[in-house]
């Protein structure tokens, strides 16, 4: 009965085992008929090559090492005679049971099986460690030496790193190896206790040289030691500090050289008979100095060398740190510039800088976003994912734009249409994007499309013939193209409109083989059934972007925010990647993730096709030389970027807040300003929605001082430590030539500019504002208060925020009112205009127009109170038909009524002008 149990467990446990290697050789298999439909076959077989390579040459090594020294204790184990005391008699092997079982061949099976198993577990720990191998071969240098060794920091970054994994290899193999070793002589003759294991000549020679080797090991360790105090956090600042050159160094240079006299001991010691109390002075030996030479030494160093006089003993130290971060994150590039500030700007200033007015982002993606989702969605398996920003030149018109992609989502799909055909073979892509500036809202406070609906429709000159969208951020799931069955394309009225895929990027079925391997690689046994599955059609997988790009290129860091441009009539993503690393010296991490950032690859996927190219942008990064080393066919030239892109090229907005981040410390170049913090600055806070957050950088057109034109920038404001006014902001330019260049323009610390928590402050204490604020959450309504956007004009700051207004029932958020902070004025108007008449007057010497009605409503451009121009009408009364439209679409038959209300009161009083 019991071995019937035993046999089936055995059969379950090998069927299990087959079908996990079977499903892992189809995985295999099917990456890399990927890999190779994409034209990265070569990166697939290094990746492969040096993984793979990588685990079987530490296994092997590791199982030799082993077995070898297991295979050594044969002798001994077997001639130890006793093995246990039981009520005062000894026991001897021929009086155990398994004694006769227990023989040279049963022990040489038995560790030749433990010592596989330990090898394949041991093989698991180096898994993904490939990568330092290859830099390790394929280094790159930097042109710089640190100061204390004098080594190039690419010793560092490509080197260093592989030194300390042979260590690691090394010591645990050696750590593993004593302990089973030592384990087989204890059970051999467990009476005789620990030092039993020393007590027979040829166990005592085998333990000794054991120990030896992990000393002699721990002797390379201490060396490297040396090269890791480049990295300490125990000073001033982040890298080695007085202690660490003074106590650490020094203490680590005599342990080495106790650590190697301490091998020569063990070794010798083997020879003693009662060599093992040498051997173990010599070990305790080197624990005791080690915690004296590299604990307590260096403590009182610090204590009473470094502690009573800091900053002349830390103070070259100081210097290296500053050098070193602000090199390691480029914050050495950026050019400072004064700013002003505190001054007013005057109507003709605006009139001048009128490209940066009418580029005035009004919308935020959060609020944005919902609304896209209540106007543009059209069907429920259709999804916003995010909300993207980027200009483009429009009828001849520089413009800032948001977008985002109409992706399908399957999960939204109802319940009975989520078939297995539904969701592989008939809902396959998502369709269109929808398109709208910046700063225009119609008179319901919402975006104005530029690009809209299914099909996409557009009065612009901006083309899109090739709207869908196989590869997008909610593209999750597998489907087949160029099946029996057809492809819904999108909604049409009552109907819906199909299509077949046009490209042969995906893979192949073919032959029944593959469809086999693809069902198991998938678990889907449906796909070896389906009649509707042809040899020619294409299985399209890994289609989430995120997914898609890190798979081809693991060992890049890519950027929180893929973004979507409109390329030559095709929808195509791109995507900032950063080469990273945490072994650049005396540089301080951000976060803790990483010390050094270089935004070195701009990655395109074609939102159609699911091609991937990856262009080098910085070609001066030591770390993108090396990957163009280790893969000399991935790359491009950023020469090579279609010219269709490049002026979509911006920079990335996560490499932008980390140096923003640590600049408001290494700004401070003066090693003793550095070292009291005296002018350390902070990344500001705002108001949105209701509650207080870290204020993020943003994007928008802006004419810098001192150009004559205006271009796409990443702008971030500084305010002081512990203060709310604002000392300084960060531009990072994004077009053209300009393309990376970092300014910081600084303000006279004697002049006060608000921060933006301080205007926040004083849009609260504006009681025209709070009031109507309160009126509208007093009457259902949530109010959420938009981003606080500062943007430069000339030698000026205006301060801009939206208000946004969201009934109870609706999950559409309204644009109702703008918010504009300049000087000592805080106006709240219906729209941009109209706040910055109420500020700055009008040109044409027309009254300023009166404050806004407060009638529980929100006033619209088109309220007779306000004198507009026949032409202002005329563009007001399309923007409230097109509302009327969208609104009509969404089923939304109360919006529908006040959009034609406002479109009427406007042609009426465009019917009073004109007569």
Known sequence: MVTGRVTLYVIIATVALLFMMLNGGARLFTDWLWFQSLGYEGVFIKILVSDIGLRVAVGIT?????????????????????????????????NVPWKDFLNKR?????????????????????????????????????????????????????????????????????????????????????????????????????????????????????????????????GAVFGPGYTDINANLLALKVLLVISALSTVVVLASAFVKRGSGIALYAVGGLVLASILLNSVYPSMVQRFVVEPNELNRELPYIEHSISFTREAYNLNKIERKPFPAGRTVELADLEANKATVDNIRLWDWQPLRQTYSQLQEMRLYYEFKDIDLDRYTIDGKYRQVMLAARELDQNRLQEQAKTWVNQRLVFTHGYGVAMSPVNKVSGEGLPHFLIKDI?????????????????????????????????????????????????????????????????????????LLSTDVTPDSQILYYRNIKERVEKIAPFLLMDKDPYLVINEGRLTWMWDAYTTT????????????????????????????????????????????????????????????????????????????????????????????????????????????????????????????????????????????????????????????????????????????YGPMQVEARINQD?????????????????????????????????????YLQAEQSRMPELRRVIVVHGDRVVMEPNLELALAAIFGKSDGRPDPPPAVDDGTAPVIGDPAVDLSVRDLIDEAVMHYNAAQDRLRSGDWNGYGQSLDAMKRVLDQLADQTE
Do not use: C
């Not at 640190?146 to 260590?167: A, N, Q, S």
């Not at 013939?465 to 009552?494: C, K, M, S, W």
């Open 62 to 94: 590791f199982f030799l090492f082993l077995l070898v020294n297991l295979l050594m204790t044969r002798k001994t184990v077997l001639e130890q005679g006793t093995v246990s005391l039981r009520e005062g008699n000894v026991i001897s092997l021929e």
């Open 106 to 234: 049963v022990l040489t099976l038995l560790f030749l099986a433990a010592s596989a198993v330990l090898a394949y577990m041991f093989s698991l720990s180096v898994a993904g460690d490939w990568i330092i191998l290859q830099k390790f071969l394929n280094p790159s240098q930097f042109g710089v030496n640190d100061p204390i060794f004098g080594k190039d920091i690419g010793y560092y970054v490509f080197t260093l790193p592989f030194h300390i994994f042979l260590f690691n290899i090394l010591f645990w193999a050696g750590l593993i190896t004593t302990f089973f070793v030592g384990a087989a002589y204890f059970l051999s003759n467990p009476t005789a206790g620990i030092g039993g294991l020393f007590a027979h000549p040829s166990s005592r020679v085998h333990m000794s040289a054991l120990l030896a080797f992990l000393l002699a090991v721990k002797s390379g360790g201490y060396l490297l030691q040396q090269y890791l105090l480049l990295y300490s956090a125990r």
């Open 455 to 527: 099909p996409p429709v557009t009065d612009t000159d901006i083309v899109l013939e090739r709207p869908e969208i196989y590869y997008g951020e909610a593209t999750d799931q597998y489907v087949l193209v160029n099946t029996h069955a057809q492809e819904f394309d999108y909604p049409e009225g009552e109907d819906n409109v199909y299509t077949t895929y046009q490209e042969e990027s995906g893979v192949k079925l073919g032959s029944m083989f593959k469809r086999v391997i693809f069902a198991l690689a998938l678990g889907d046994y449906k796909l």
């Open 582 to 753: 945490n072994m650049y010296p005396y540089s301080q991490p951000f976060q803790g993730r990483t010390n050094y950032i270089r935004n070195s690859v701009k990655v395109v996927v074609d939102a159609y096709n699911g091609e991937v190219t990856f262009y080098v942008a910085d070609q001066s990064d030591p770390i993108i030389q090396t990957f163009e080393k280790i893969f000399p066919d991935m790359f491009r030239s950023i020469d090579e970027l279609p010219e269709s892109i490049r002026p979509h090229v911006r920079y990335p907005q996560d490499m932008f807040t980390i140096q923003a981040n640590l600049y408001t410390l290494y700004h401070m170049q003066n090693p003793q300003v550095f070292y009291n913090r005296e002018d350390k600055w902070e990344m500001p806070t705002e108001i949105f929605g209701r509650d207080e957050q870290l204020m993020e950088p943003y994007y928008t057109i802006v004419q810098l001082p001192g150009e004559e034109e205006a271009e796409f920038v990443l702008i971030t404001p500084f305010t002081p430590s512990n203060k709310k006014n604002m000392i300084g902001w960060m531009a990072a330019r994004s077009d053209g030539d300009n393309y990376g260049n970092l300014l910081v323009y600084e303000m006279p610390k004697q002049s006060l500019v």
């Open 767 to 803: 009681t025209t504002i709070s009031q109507q604020l309160t009126l509208w959450e007093n009457r259902g309504s949530q109010v959420i208060r938009g981003n606080l956007i500062i943007i430069p004009i000339k030698d000026s700051l205006l301060y801009v925020e939206p208000i």
